[in-house]
């Protein structure tokens, strides 16, 4: 989908409709309150009214897309800005983007890009299987408090796991130690799994447990070696790590402890979608059967002992 594209299909209200009615109900409309399928269209109020309850209800109710005062054909223009962005794009860029410099609030483009974002999760993650590379990084500035002692930098912790030619995950860790790294194997990689590859950071070692395990070693600048015809490596999760830095650094700038895992998500999604032809459309269809996100929801308060500073970067 291009620019071009999007404003010849998708440029009224009632050709949004039209398309996210398809999506939320391929089998036909359907009452969201008691799952009737008998329903009539109200041309004067653009609404569905449900033959037995009575409930009168449109698309986009119940969705994401609810309580917006934004125009679909906005709401479809910045689903389509932060698709195409391979970095991911910042609130205030695509502020700029749709209403201009001295147009718009940031808060409303902050708000909506991470509505945009909370549907850009994978529903279901199958497991990872073959060769699967995994690594950790670390991102983000300075955090107060004791329960940070022990993390590199007192940084943020990011785990990637990548299926060699395959998807990616991208998880906010507690920290790389090795009953974590082995929850995140257990959830994520088969246990036919052909082999991790890991760097040599030595909590892999058993929290791979009795899966076959390479390791390189970077820290003699070993970054690939052949063993029988297979590439020993951990380079393409470590591709798709690059990628999110660029974005945390070239896009999002700053990003927040609390709101990390959401980010991951979207790059997750986008990264894990980058062949296909109808990244646009899967996004809606993610949207209009995601879970609403109010804006009480997004910046409501972190327990005390939970991280809710800025992470500062670059890291
Ligand atoms: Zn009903």
């Not at 005062?69 to 749709?98: D, N, Y």
């Not at 395959?166 to 959830?187: C, N, P, S, W």
Request: charged residues 30%; aromatic residues 10%; hydrophobic residues 35%.
């Amino acid at each position: 989908m291009t620019l071009p594209e999007l404003n010849q299909k998708f440029s009224t209200d009632e050709d949004c409709r039209e398309i996210l009615t398809r999506l939320r109900w391929p089998e036909g409309v359907e009452c969201p309150r008691c799952k009737n399928r008998n329903v009539w269209w109200v041309d004067s109020r653009k609404q569905f009214t449900c033959s037995e309850c009575r409930y009168q209800f449109s698309v986009t109710t119940g969705t994401i897309f609810n309580d917006s005062h934004l125009a679909l054909p906005l709401w479809f223009m910045a689903v389509l800005l932060l698709c195409e962005a391979k970095k991911g794009m910042s609130a205030s860029q695509l502020k700029r983007t749709i209403w201009g410099q001295h147009k718009g609030s940031y808060k409303t483009a902050w708000y909506l890009c991470h509505r945009i974002r909370a549907a850009m999760q994978e529903v279901d993650r199958p497991m990872l299987d073959g060769t699967v590379e995994m690594d950790e990084t670390y991102v983000g500035g300075k955090h107060r408090g004791k329960e940070f002692q022990g993390r590199r930098d007192h940084k943020e912790v990011v785990i990637g796991i990548r299926q060699r030619g395959g998807d990616v995950r991208f998880f906010h860790a507690e920290d790389a130690r090795k009953g974590t790294l082995a929850k995140y194997i257990q959830e994520n990689i088969s246990t036919d799994v052909d082999v991790i590859i890991t760097d040599e950071l030595p909590a892999y070692k058993s929290a791979v447990g009795d899966l076959k395990h390479e390791t390189v070693n970077h820290n003699a600048k070993e970054y690939a070696r052949y063993e029988d015809g297979a590439c020993i490596s951990t380079n393409t999760v470590e591709s798709a790590f690059s990628l999110l830095k660029r974005g945390i650094i070239g896009s999002w700038h700053k990003i927040s402890a609390k709101h990390l895992a959401a980010y991951l998500n979207e790059m997750e999604f986008r990264f894990n979608r980058r062949k296909r032809s109808d990244l646009f459309i899967d996004t809606l269809r993610h949207m209009i059967t995601a879970p609403t996100l109010t804006f009480d929801k997004l910046t409501a308060k972190l327990p005390a002992n939970e991280v809710s500073d800025e992470v500062a970067v670059p890291f």
